[in-house]
């Protein structure tokens, strides 16, 4: 568990202010269709990653197919599924880049937390850290059996800076039918901005550890 004398809300708090402002306004936040758009952009054939809570590795497969990646290495609780490691602790190599797809809302705060934390101890200098949970914004992505922590996009990003992290790039992530699609982001979009109210199911988030 945290130790919360080591962990400062007052400077959480600050940082969330920041990425707030750096974001405003949320419905300018750009929109991508898969996470797959920003791995492209992000990651090299030559990184290592490391993909926490990686389920049935379906992440692993998709970006050693699209983008040829040679070093992919997956950590999951579940023992029915292949792994490299089942924990956390049992990891000892640093990684170019750590993948965190809908995890850290399983979690509860302080345990939130301490993961970011293991993230930032497991990457290298300049080591990239992406990651996506439910919008908040969006009326019933969040509301799941499993989830116990909900983060809107300032909070996350305010404890990834206030951790060390510096938080980059905030996008919201939104695939549909063609026409459904369009009809959304270019003509209902006023409308889900009034209602205050969004169609982008999650949000993904890109931070990186200095140099």
């Known amino acids: 568990m ?83 490691y089942y924990s956390l602790d049992e990891i000892k190599e640093s990684f170019d880049a750590v993948l965190l797809f809908e995890v850290i809302e399983h979690l509860d705060l302080e345990e939130g937390i301490d993961l970011i934390r ?14 996506t949970t439910p919008n908040l914004y969006h009326p019933n992505r969040y509301w799941d059996c499993h989830h116990k922590t909900p983060y809107r996009y300032d909070e996350l990003g305010g404890l990834l800076s206030a951790t060390g992290f510096i938080t980059r790039n905030v996008c919201r992530i939104y695939n549909d039918a063609f026409l459904r699609r369009l009809f959304r982001i270019y003509v209902a979009a006023p409308l889900h901005r009034y209602l205050n109210v969004d169609f982008a199911p999650s949000i993904l988030i890109i931070a990186h550890k200095e140099n």
């Open 2 to 84: 945290t130790d919360q004398s080591t962990f400062s809300w007052d400077l959480f708090y600050q940082h969330r202010k920041k990425i707030k402002k750096q974001f405003q306004p949320f419905w300018k936040i750009k929109i991508i269709k898969k996470p797959l758009e920003i791995l492209r952009k992000e990651l090299t054939p030559t990184d290592s990653i490391l993909d926490i809570g990686a389920g049935n590795r379906m992440i692993g497969e998709k970006i050693t197919r699209a983008l040829g990646i040679q070093n992919y290495k997956s950590m999951d609780i579940d023992r029915k599924q292949f792994h490299d």
């Open 118 to 131: 293991k993230i930032y101890s497991l990457l290298n200098p300049g080591g990239k850290l992406v990651m």
